[in-house]
């Protein structure tokens, strides 16, 4: 990771995230879609390529071993098979291209914008890297709603990103600047363990954590470049797959056994299954809303 920039004047971490979680949060903490009586995921977060330029300590692609680069991506007939599942339940949440590897080193990107903008926004979130202005001014022309830029270099480049907007006329409000570049016990403001992937910063440890409940799994649909679903985006490790999207419709697999044992476990307050047994996350950042409707679901 390039350290220039470590020793000029710092933002301020915390209002970050605080930023983060405002504007996340008319999304994920609105009253929740109900079909056939059951709670839709607001956001459902895809990993296109499993691949990074970077190899950053506070993330599992640092270590080979757990996260290697197998440059695997999400085929069309996959993107077609969501899009066919999410129409048939008329889903109107939004989507987050992250996941485990740089969504913008996916090649096929404009033809997943385009079919599943018709269904909801979509938000990308990147290390910028790939960024240059015909990009950047292509992505704002496009459906995606919201680009957010995780800045690992330093300061300077909130003024770099800045100017590339004002070179592209792409509006500041189009892309969300997050400053990721601080060190050591510094990031344990940001990240958490990924369900006992990674050990970097000061982070509580699992045994630790106040409230073990967990809303993760009612608001969050992670779906892997070959269609696994996981419980949640901090399995790393890719323990759990509740079902694929190739085998199965996507309802069947969001209301099916698997994930409907592990948010009763959740809610109350056990994590003794991997990976979230292993995990320091603060599950009840958003999904309250979501919460509350299973758990009214499963009193009945």
């Known amino acids: 990771m390039n350290n220039i920039g470590h020793n000029l004047p710092k933002l301020n971490p915390k209002e970050t995230i605080q930023n983060n979680i405002l504007r996340k949060k008319p999304i994920l903490d609105r009253e929740p879609q109900i079909y056939k009586g059951v709670p839709l995921p607001s956001w459902i977060e895809l990993s296109l390529i499993d ?38 339940i008329n889903y109107e949440g939004a989507f987050t291209l992250c ?131 996981y419980v949640c985006p901090h399995d790393w490790q890719r323990r759990n797959p509740v079902g694929n999207l190739m085998q199965k419709d996507f309802f069947e697999i969001w209301n099916g056994t698997a994930l409907t044992n592990i948010r009763k476990m959740l809610f109350a307050g056990i994590r003794d299954k991997l990976p979230c047994e292993s995990c320091n996350c603060n599950g009840k950042v958003h999904g309250e809303k979501h919460y509350e409707a299973f758990k009214k679901n499963f009193n009945k």
């Not at 692609?61 to 993107?79: C, F, G, W, Y």
């Not at 990308?124 to 790939?130: E, L, M, S």
């Not at 363990?193 to 409230?211: C, L, M, Y």
């Open 51 to 88: 691949v990074c330029n970077r190899s950053c300590s506070f993330c599992p692609k640092s270590d080979e071993s757990i996260a290697p680069n197998t440059h695997q991506k999400m085929e069309r007939v996959l993107i077609d098979k969501l899009y066919k599942d999410l129409k048939n």
């Open 99 to 229: 996941g485990y590897g740089e969504p913008l080193l996916y090649k096929d990107l404009e033809y997943l914008t385009n079919k599943l903008g018709e269904i909801g926004s979509i938000e990308i979130v990147t290390n910028g890297d790939p960024l240059n202005t015909k990009i950047l001014k292509k992505l704002y022309e496009s459906k995606i709603s919201q680009l957010v830029i995780s800045m690992y270099d330093g300061p300077e480049q909130v003024m770099y990103f800045t100017d590339m907007m004002k070179e592209a006329n792409v509006p500041e409000t189009f892309c969300s600047l997050r400053d990721r570049w601080y060190k050591g016990d510094e990031f344990a403001e940001y990240i958490t363990n990924r369900a006992g992937t990674v050990q970097s910063g000061k982070q509580i440890k699992p045994e630790d954590v106040k409230d073990k409940r967990c809303f993760y799994p009612t608001y969050h649909a992670q779906i892997d470049w070959d269609g696994n679903l």
